[in-house]
Every structure is written in C-alpha cells, then in structure tokens.
C-alpha cells in the first residue's frame, strides 16, 4: 500500500477549497489528455466549475439547459459514439431526477458516462433541504456497473476526475459546494477502489469518505488527551468498496464508526455494515443524517446541528467508546 | 447479404420481408407467451424499409465504423427489431425462438451488451431520442461525419415523457440534421386511444414548434418511407421527424385498431388464426395450407 502523505500543518491554519474548484481543475486536465473528453451541463456550468473546460474546449463543451433527463441520455449517446462524457448538474437533480435514465442508459447499458452531482450533501447550507442531497450514495450505490467516488478533499476530487475519465465505466462523483479543508498533498495517491489509512491507531477504527474524513482526523487529535487511539481510515470510493483494507483495521480495532454527509441509510455506514456483517461482525456506529431532512442554515452550522464537526464526532466516538467493548475473536 | 445501397430491393420484395417479419413476430411471441403484439406488427413495414433499403449498415459487422444507426426508443417493440435484424442475418433465426427465454440475447425488451446491432438499451419509454441525438450531435460536431444518418423510432404515447421534449428541444436547438426521427403512430397505448389517455394533437404543430421538419406519411407505403427519408436527407438545417401512421397489429384482422393488443401476445389458436391471415395476406391469396 502506497502511503497517503497528510497536509503538514493539518490542524493549524490548513488551508480551504471547494471540492468541486478540483473536479474543475482536473476535467480541464482530463479534456487535454484524451480528446474523447466533451462535457455537458445543465445551466450550472460555472457553479459545478466546467467553465474552465468549456474555456478550453468550446467545441466539446455542450449545454442541454435545465433537462437532466436529456442530460444523462445525450451523453450515453455520445459514449454510443465512441466519446467519454462527463455530465454535471447539483446532485438533487442529477442523480436526483433522473436515475431511472441513468440506470438504464447508462449502467445497465454499460457506456461510460460520468455523472456528476455538484452540491451535495450538508456544505450546500442556506439552499436548504430541497438542494442539500443526501440520498445519492444511497441511490448510485444501489446499481450494478456503477462506480461510486466521494472525493475527501479538492486536491482528490482533481485526481479523481482524471481516475474516472479514464476507468471506462460509468461512474458518479460526489461533489461538495462549500471550502472544506486540504488535508491531502499533490502526491497522496488515489486510486479507484482504494480506502486509504490515513492516521493508525488500535481502540477503534473511524471510516469517513468525502468532507468528513477531514473532521474525523480532527476528532481523533482530540481524542488523544482521552486516551483513546483511534484509526482512520479515508474511504472516498465506496463503489467498489477496499474491503480488505477496511476488514484489516477492524479485526485489529475490534469496532468501527462511519462518517458521511449524507443518510446513514444506505451510504457509507450501511456499505461498511454489510461488509461487516458478513465477514467480521464487530460493533458498529453510523454517524450521518439519520432519516430526516436538512434545512437552510450557514454551512458550518449546519454540520455543526446534525453534530458532524470534528468537536462533536469526538465527542460521539469517546461516548461509543466507553459504552461498547472491542469485538475479540471468538466472544 | 451486405445490406448497403438505397434501393436493393423492390417495393414488392420489401413488402414481401415485412410479411415474413410478421409471421416471426406472430411465432416469437406465442412461443415466448408474453409480450407486445400491436406495436411490432405495425412497424413491420418501416423497419423492413430501414433495414433492407434505406440504413447504411452491415450486418456481418454491426460495428461497422462508417454504418448508419438505428434507435429503438420504444423498446417494448422490439420483436420486430430482433425479426427484422434475423430476416437481415445479423443472427441466425433459430434465435427468435428463445424471445424472452433464460440466457436468451432476445431479453424481452432490448439490451445493447447482450444483442451486436444492438444501438441501446430501451424499454422505459423516451430515452432512445435524446440517445439518437447524443449520436446525431457527435457526427454532425465532434465527428465531421456529415454522410452517416441517426434513424429513431419512438412510439406515440411515448410521446407523454417529458424526456421526449427535452430531447426534441436539443436537437432543434442544435439542429442536428443528420437525425431522423418516426413516430409510430399507431393511435394507441396501454389504457387506450392516445387521444384519450393524454392528447397530442397538435402533434405536428407541437413539433414544428420546436424547431423539426415534420412529414407526415403512411406507415405501410413502402415508396412513402423512402420518399420521405430522401427528403429528411435533403433537409440540412433542421432535424427531420416523420409522423408515420401505422395501423396497430397491421395484416392479422382480429388485432388491427384494437388498443387490448397493446400488451399482450397470441396464444396457439389465435397465433394459427393470424399465420393464416398473414400466409394468404388477408384472403387476397389462396391458403398455402402449411401447418403452423
């Protein structure tokens, strides 16, 4: 396993981006290395940042308006023409609205069109519940052929962006809209279908993909001064999911706690479950939206409500911790 | 037989196809003992067209890189696809056999990855025209492949998807030349007359409207057909769509303009009752007295 190199000044003044400026960067990048890149959007193009590739590349950049349904089903006609599209609209419509169209014209077909939802999730704040997404986990997970990528930070979602415009599959990207913090470096890898050890530790074993990995990192700094030893584990593919490296860490930890920005049913914490259940059923805690919807509110205080900043998880991982005895083998 | 010359075969030798195309339908679908009857009968003519005398394909090599596409967008009409693609010798007709059998390519509506010739997966109604756009829009700017042509066939009550509109706008809005759009329009749905269910009348109104060339035709004249894709060709400014009025459940008497066909197929007597029908071509020939 190659290493994943941290930020050096992660926990002091580390510096801040829009997950979604990455995914920008690097659908330009991606558009210079193949030419079958084109990119289409539905009427968000600065504000999901493919402007930077329509820029570059006007002839490939093709805007469809406000029809996500046209959206995914145009491009799995241009992959039908030999081209790798990437759509791009706010998650709550893409995959939001059409996932019947993506299933069928898209996985089930099997064309590599790359679906990506831009504000997902918690960050999208003053918006409110209508444009928050949190069920796309949930929904493109459920989908045979597709991959599921939940970039951690905007360094990753550029790496990313490369990674899917080259696998050949169809494939969604989770975006966030709000600065989030840079925890990864220009030369941490990422590699589709890779979960990444980012901090060892022996108590317990805390999972997080998207913007929550930068807070668990910040909860187990403080869960030092409680004693409390804690691994984390970065997951940003959750389709297909690095069980080996997950199933390691908790055979040694002996319990395990999920992180997401989204519902707790059916994301990250339900993909870590089955895993779980199945081959080493150790403790297990969900930390996300827990069946309700979000509301308006500025972004960090809205993670901060739904107890989802660093301070808070620690405080939910030191009260899990105390309360549930590591899973031995054979108890 | 390499299928690639506008007007290989006469009218006549069309119309003879789309019979035999019908009687496999019949067969297919009895022996599968579920699926759509009214639609596939009447499209029999259109695609025998398309596929013997208008497409610019081959079937011995459906990735043909320089061949025409075709685009079923209403995919539960696909037994008279697989027929017609058999009849053309993409595959060998043994398979029609196995329609919506286990294991079978034939699935019951169609998958790109299971069928070569196969353009897309459909069945949920009104993807396959903005797929057909996709294509259209990649030959005609990507591409520079100015000479190859996108043929789609919708259904009419598809036309109630709001997808349809979106991708109708798109292709006015790129006008995308090289697609050439039929609408099947039989006058029918599952609950019943299209009128009925939901509206579309103004239809060539409604399409003019977003920026098409609409022709309106006859969807059992084979000359019509080719008359009207020459024109589509002609036209360079604007995508075509062919309003192709067709009779449902076309050459067997107990189906034709009944909306119960929709859904369903024949069962052994009602299959031998149309093999017949077909065999003589409604009584205009003398029975042929083959067993079914």
Redo the contacts between chains.
């Keep these: 396993m190659s290493e994943f190199h941290l930020t050096k000044n992660l926990f002091d003044g580390v510096s801040a981006e829009p997950i979604r400026a990455g995914f920008g960067r690097g659908l330009k990048t991606a558009g210079e290395v193949d030419s079958r890149v084109v990119a289409l959007c539905a009427d968000l193009t600065e504000s999901v940042q493919m402007h930077l590739f329509r820029d570059a590349f006007p002839e490939r950049f093709i805007e469809v308006g406000v029809a996500e349904q046209n959206l995914v089903t145009v491009a799995s006609g241009l992959a039908r023409a030999g081209k790798i599209p990437f759509t791009a609209s706010y998650a709550a419509f893409s995959p939001g609205r059409n996932w019947e169209q993506i299933k069928t014209t898209a996985a089930l077909n099997d064309q590599p069109v790359k679906v990506v939802g831009g504000h997902a999730g918690l960050y999208t704040g003053p918006d409110g519940a209508t444009h928050q997404m949190l069920e796309d986990i949930a929904l493109m997970r459920s989908m045979p052929n597709m991959v599921v990528v939940v970039p951690g930070d905007s360094l990753e979602a550029e790496k990313a962006t490369l990674a899917l415009a080259a696998n050949g599959k169809p494939s969604y990207l989770r975006l966030a809209r709000d600065k989030t913090a840079i925890f990864s470096t220009p030369e941490s890898p990422f590699e589709i279908g890779k979960a990444y050890v980012l901090r060892k530790g022996h108590d317990v074993t805390l999972c997080g993909t998207g913007t929550m990995t930068y807070e668990l990192l910040v909860a187990a700094e403080a869960l030092k001064k409680h004693h409390i030893d804690a691994e984390v584990i970065h997951v940003p593919t959750i389709k297909p999911l690095d069980s080996q490296t997950i199933l390691h860490s908790v055979e040694k930890t002996g319990r395990v706690l999920t992180a997401e920005e989204a519902q707790i049913n059916g994301g990250l914490g339900s993909a870590v479950a089955e895993l779980t259940a199945e081959f080493l059923p150790v403790p297990l805690k969900r930390l996300g939206v827990e069946d309700r919807y979000g509301e308006s509110g500025a972004p960090r205080e809205v993670i901060e409500h739904f107890g989802l900043d660093g301070k808070s998880l620690a405080h939910k991982i030191r009260q899990y911790v105390e309360r549930v005895p590591q899973y031995k083998k054979g108890f | 037989m390499v299928v690639t010359m506008s007007g290989q075969l006469t009218t006549k030798q069309i119309e003879q196809k789309a019979n035999v195309i019908r009687k496999d339908i019949i067969r297919m679908l009895e022996t599968a003992g579920s699926g759509h009857s009214a639609g596939p009968l009447g499209l029999a003519d259109l695609l025998a067209t398309l596929y013997f005398n208008v497409m610019n394909i081959d079937p011995k090599k459906p990735e043909w890189e320089a061949r025409d ?1 075709f ?1 079923l967008s209403n995919g539960h009409c696909v037994p008279v696809q697989y027929a017609t693609m058999a009849e053309a010798g993409y595959f060998d007709k043994a398979l029609l056999r196995t329609l919506r059998k286990w294991g079978s390519p034939l699935q019951g509506h169609p ?3 299971r069928l070569p010739g196969l ?6 109604l ?2 396959g025209l ?10 005609q ?3 520079n492949q100015l000479h190859r042509f996108v043929y789609c066939v919708t259904g009419d009550g598809e036309l109630n998807e ?2 349809i509109w ?2 109708a ?2 292709a006015g ?1 790129y006008k995308l030349s090289q697609l050439i759009v039929f609408v099947d329009r039989n006058n029918i749905q599952i609950d019943g007359n299209t009128e009925e269910v939901m509206p579309l009348e103004d239809l060539r109104g409604k399409w003019e409207s977003f920026g098409w060339h609409v022709q309106e035709i006859d969807g059992h004249n084979i000359e019509s057909i080719q008359d009207a894709v020459g024109m589509a060709k002609a036209i360079t400014n604007r995508p075509s769509v062919i309003i192709t009025h067709t009779i449902p459940g076309k050459g067997v008497d107990f189906m034709e303009y009944d909306y119960h066909w929709h859904g369903l197929p024949p069962n052994h007597e009602q299959a031998k009752e149309a093999l017949r029908e077909l065999r003589t071509l409604g009584g205009k020939v003398k029975h042929e007295g083959m067993s079914v």
């Design positions: 596409y685009f998958e790109r990855t353009e897309n997966t459909s069945g949920p009104g993807s903005s797929q057909a756009a996709g294509v259209a829009y990649s030959l700017y990507l591409d709001g997808n979106e991708g706008m798109f809005k």
